[in-house]
T-cell receptor, first 112, second 116 residues
Framework: AQKVTQAQTEISVVEKEDVTLDCVYE???????LFWYKQPPSGELVFLIR??????QNEISGRYSWNFQKSTSSFNFTITASQVVDSAVYFC?????????FGDGTTLTVKP | GAVVSQHPSRVICKSGTSVKIECRSL??????MFWYRQFPKQSLMLMAT?????????EQGVEKDKFLINHASLTLSTLTVTSAHPEDSSFYIC????????????FGPGTRLTVT
């Protein structure tokens, strides 16, 4: 069975602070992908990143960066210099045959 | 890029009535579509998987007679909530897979259902 754990239910930071969202996963598959999505108040899921289990290189995209560590089954997401527009719910997901197992999500609030 | 649409975006219906939600893949053929439900402040929970031309596979605990899913073409899947009740009020999100990528899925914008 697959499982995704996002232990942080809510995080509140002040603008310009860095923040890291944790994601720990469980899978028996040797090949798998991990995804991060952002869900703003409108509800629509916004794709952020997809990572292959064979690629443990960290990835940076603007203010966003991801740290994938297979040894600890973690795929953490860091926002540098957070902005108010980053306020949203963030989900980590583990797909299998297309259907995804989602973590419970982390609600990030960035205050001005 | 791959686009999935849902219609309607919001719907309010009276208790006891049925409501249909459409999910369309606009620029690709979706061999498989998925329906998720999300209650307020909760995660997305998979309800069912539908493959074009065959019966949907429902997750444990989801009433297949209440949530009717039809995937009649490679670009359209519908979810009908029959005899809706207030507890069915939720955010319904569909996603679609084009068959070329085992892991990728494209999400629709969601439909907010309110049953009064």
């Amino acid at each position: 069975a697959q499982k995704v754990t996002q232990a942080q239910t809510e995080i509140s930071v002040v603008e310009k602070e860095d923040v890291t969202l944790d994601c720990v996963y469980e899978t028996r598959d040797t090949t798998y992908y991990l995804f991060w999505y952002k869900q703003p108040p409108s509800g629509e899921l916004v794709f952020l990143i997809r990572r292959n289990s064979f690629d443990e290189q960290n990835e940076i995209s603007g203010r966003y960066s991801w740290n994938f560590q297979k040894s600890t089954s973690s795929f953490n997401f860091t926002i540098t210099a957070s902005q108010v527009v980053d306020s949203a719910v963030y989900f980590c997901a583990l797909p299998n045959a297309g259907k995804s197992t989602f973590g419970d999500g982390t609600t990030l609030t960035v205050k001005p | 890029g791959a686009v999935v649409s849902q219609h309607p975006s919001r719907v309010i219906c009276k208790s006891g009535t049925s409501v249909k939600i459409e999910c369309r893949s606009l620029d690709f053929q979706a061999t498989t579509m998925f329906w998720y439900r999300q209650f307020p402040k909760q995660s997305l929970m998979l309800m069912a998987t539908s493959n074009e031309g065959s019966k949907a596979t429902y997750e444990q605990g989801v009433e297949k007679d209440k949530f009717l899913i039809n995937h009649a073409s490679l670009t359209l899947s519908t979810l009908t909530v029959t005899s809706a009740h207030p507890e069915d009020s939720s955010f319904y999100i569909c996603s679609a897979r084009d068959g070329g990528d085992y892991y990728e899925q494209y999400f629709g914008p969601g439909t907010r259902l309110t049953v009064t």
